[in-house]
């Protein structure tokens, strides 16, 4: 009797497409998902100099550590024998990372709470293929 699997496709296919998937993870990151999405909504789809370039001159704080993760991104493509030039941000993912809860003394002898969020950040980049002359 064969299995019905969730999966579309074999395991095999899908060991072979991570190998080939270029990304680097960031996880609890000490920022709101909602400011640090302002941030990486920004670079989606962007070649990896522009993305760098444009991150260096944003003054929002979570520019610099996302600029980390997407040269880290880079060096990981290269590292596996992609061309720098050629890679483009595919994908940024943001989601979150659970709540440092701390308590704020209130009126009365009350608590309340202070939710400190905190984000994971993952990059995917892409090989971009040379555009072929059309003759």
Not at 21 to 37: M, W
Not at 55 to 72: D, G, H, T, V, Y
């Amino acid at each position: 009797m064969a299995s019905t699997g969730t999966h579309k496709a074999p395991a095999a296919v899908r060991k072979a497409e991570a190998k080939r998937t270029i990304r680097a993870e960031l996880s609890t990151y000490n920022q709101s998902p909602r400011k640090v999405r302002l941030v990486t909504d920004m670079v989606k789809g962007k070649k990896i100099a522009d993305a760098v370039a444009a991150l260096s001159f944003l003054p929002k704080r979570a520019a610099l550590p996302i600029k980390k993760l997407i040269e880290s991104a880079a060096a990981n493509g290269v590292a596996k024998g992609e061309d720098k030039d050629t890679l483009r941000v595919e994908n940024i993912q943001v989601n979150s990372a659970g709540m440092i809860v701390r308590f704020m003394p209130r009126a009365m002898g009350r608590a309340a709470p202070i939710r400190k969020r905190r984000s994971n950040v993952i990059v995917t980049l892409s090989v971009e293929k040379p555009a072929s002359p059309t003759a």
